[in-house]
């Protein structure tokens, strides 16, 4: 099993910013890819960004790109979410997920086995 604590989260003005971290335990040998997906009030889950433990690939959604960075310390097993910009449409709870798929990246939801519990970003305009 992989245990995933997201933090970070919080309340900000629109052109903001925020660090979200999550710290990964447990079996994370087993885990390739680590994403970080949102859920808005309403609206299904979707992706937002993903990495490989080597951090030598990433991926981002259209609406993030430019503005947010995904990034590794290994060494740490930690994962951040350095958000930029921010806009009142980012308004979200931010969820961190493993992959044990070998692939370079994924953004599909199903290809995630571990999630954690989730940071609340609020944006305020």
């Known amino acids: 099993q992989v245990q995933l604590v997201e933090s970070g989260g919080g309340l900000v003005q629109a052109g903001g910013s925020l660090r979200l971290s999550c710290v990964a335990s447990?079996?994370?040998?087993?885990?390739?890819?680590m994403g970080w997906f949102r859920q808005a009030p309403g609206k299904e889950r979707e992706f937002v960004a993903a990495t490989r433990w080597s951090g030598d690939i990433t991926r981002y959604a259209d609406s993030v790109k430019g503005r947010f960075t995904i990034s590794i310390d290994n060494a740490k097993r930690m994962v951040y979410l350095q958000m930029l910009s921010l806009k009142p449409d980012d308004t979200a709870v931010y969820y961190c997920a493993a992959s044990r798929t070998p692939v370079r990246t994924t953004p599909a939801e199903y290809d995630y086995d571990y999630w954690g519990q989730g940071t609340q970003v609020t944006v305020s305009s």
């Open positions: 447990g079996r994370t040998y087993s885990t390739y890819v």
